[in-house]
């Protein structure tokens, strides 16, 4: 639930500066770019921090290495948060995060499967984490270039 009360709280704020003069802010398209990278930020330090363990977890069976795709998975994450903030290679990354967000799903319904736990939490049923998984691919659609 983290990634997505910083998405839809990120989002808002930006668009309230937006409304109050800062030009660039001014669309909701920019607002939304900055809310998905600042997401993705966000769900990457978990790759790396005290929730590392929990993530190792979710890796469902057959994937050989999950100390290596967990650490990808975390720098994909920075290089497309990056990434959708820079014009020109903004597309390259909006399809990034979208084939990651999918491809990443089956360790989702593992972890909900299996009763895994973030942080101490537990992670959502499958079914509300589809939901939300349609959200953030939403959004990441939405931060494209393709809807300025």
Known sequence: MAPFIVLCTTFL???????LGVPMLDHWHPALQLAVALMFLMTASAHWGKRRTDLLN??????????????????????????????????IASIGLLLML??????????????????????????????????????????SPWFK
């Open 102 to 143: 999918i491809l990443m799903f089956p360790a989702n319904i593992h972890a909900a499967r299996h009763k895994i736990t973030i942080n101490g939490k537990q992670v959502l049923p499958v079914f509300p984490r589809l939901l939300l998984q349609l959200f953030f691919i939403t959004a990441v659609v939405l931060a």
């Open 58 to 91: 979710m890796v469902p069976p057959g994937i050989t290495n999950k100390e290596r795709a967990v650490t990808w998975t975390g720098v994909l994450e920075i290089a497309g948060a990056a990434g959708l903030l820079i014009p020109g290679i903004d597309w």
């Open 13 to 19: 704020l930006f668009r309230g500066i937006g409304w």
